[in-house]
């Protein structure tokens, strides 16, 4: 259930318009929302006053700002071109910004096991500057939401959205409804989160003095936390780690998802497990499509070494070693 959004600009009744018109498509539309939301008071205080939008009164828009990645400019721009779109199909001239263009490949940083575990010191020691019962809980929230995020594969839309009755502590199931691409999964916690999760939501209730509806309610309780404030939150911890200095790859709250494929694909692999039965198995897991996705997080790592190095002694014994001559 969709919250009904506040517009206030020229183009307010049309942007409830397409959101209307996606959602019964079937598509959620939430982040597209928040965007259109920031691109209404963007047409107010530039005091839009007329529907036919031209390109001089997009390009501020468009540009990328100092703090933003090429991803979210996109994001930005993908989602007003909908809006426009949706003008032009009313009949009203309105100026249609460029797609997504090229996109730049940058590669995920994968965590080092010290890289994880200074990460979640940082995580784990953060005391909140504000005397406030709040403060304390979203503190709370954040150890478990990490730690979720990383021990689970989870997207952090996936973790922050959960509702608590999509949270089973009693059987440790996560059921993740929704989620990219419109499915539905379930996912299955090792003990020692679902320890966690337990001890963190009897704390959760106790503070609330009521059952959330939200198993990471944000700082009103009725509403879960926000992706791009766990953005925030996350730059801030890793920021304060010694690592971050050392790091010419910064990584963002996805990377930990990116850590969890590689880490178990090399397990399996040093195992000697055989990644051809796992696979499909992590494929559901992860709520991939296709076998191809899951291999895409693993073979953009730069973590992949550990896993040739096994596969490489096979061919060691059948190209043996160059040495001297004698």
């Known amino acids: 259930m ?4 506040n517009f206030k600009s020229l183009l307010s009744p049309f942007i ?3 959101l ?4 019964s498509l079937g598509f959620d539309y939430h982040t597209e929302e928040l965007i259109l939301a920031r ?12 529907l036919n939008v031209t390109k001089d009164f997009l390009e501020k828009w468009c540009m990328q700002r100092d703090t933003e990645g090429l991803s979210n400019q996109r994001k930005r721009i993908t989602a007003v071109r909908q809006l426009m779109l949706y003008l032009i199909s009313l009949g009203i001239n309105a100026y249609l910004p460029k797609g997504n263009g090229h996109k730049e490949v940058v590669l995920p940083h994968i965590f080092t096991q010290e890289e994880l575990l200074s990460f979640f010191h940082e995580v784990d020691s953060y005391e909140p500057p504000l005397c406030h019962s709040v403060y304390r809980r979203l503190a709370k929230e954040y150890k478990v939401l990490f730690r979720l995020l990383y021990c689970c594969g989870l997207r952090n839309s996936e973790g922050c959205g959960i509702a608590t009755e999509q949270v089973d502590l009693v059987n440790g199931i996560l059921t993740i409804l929704d989620s990219k691409g419109n499915k539905d999964r379930l996912v299955y916690m090792a003990d020692d ?4 999760c337990k001890e963190y939501f009897e704390f ?3 503070d609330l ?3 959330p509806r939200w198993f990471f309610p944000a700082r009103d309780p009725e509403k879960p936390l926000k992706n791009t404030s766990v953005d925030r939150v996350f730059n801030r911890f890793w920021s304060a780690t010694a690592c971050s200095s050392m790091c010419n790859n910064k990584p963002t709250v996805h990377d930990l998802r990116f850590t969890f494929v590689t880490d178990r694909i090399n397990l399996w692999t040093m195992g000697g497990t055989d990644l051809d039965v796992m696979m499909p198995y992590l494929q559901k897991y992860l709520g991939h499509k296709n076998l191809q996705d899951s291999y895409y997080y693993y073979h953009n790592s730069r973590m992949l070494y550990e896993a040739i190095r096994i596969k490489d002694m096979t061919a060691a014994q059948v190209i043996p070693e160059v040495t001297d001559y004698e």
Do not use: P
């Not at 969709?2 to 959004?5: A, D, N, T």
């Not at 209307?20 to 959602?23: A, C, I, L, N, V």
């Not at 691109?39 to 007329?50: I, N």
């Not at 989160?193 to 966690?196: E, G």
């Open 39 to 50: 691109f209404d008071r963007y047409c107010a205080e530039a005091g839009l006053s007329t």
């Open 193 to 196: 989160v679902v320890d966690i």
């Open 20 to 23: 209307s018109e996606k959602r």
């Open 204 to 206: 959760l209730c106790d």
């Open 2 to 5: 969709h919250e009904v959004s």
């Open 209 to 211: 003095c009521c059952t």
């Open 16 to 18: 409830d318009g397409l």
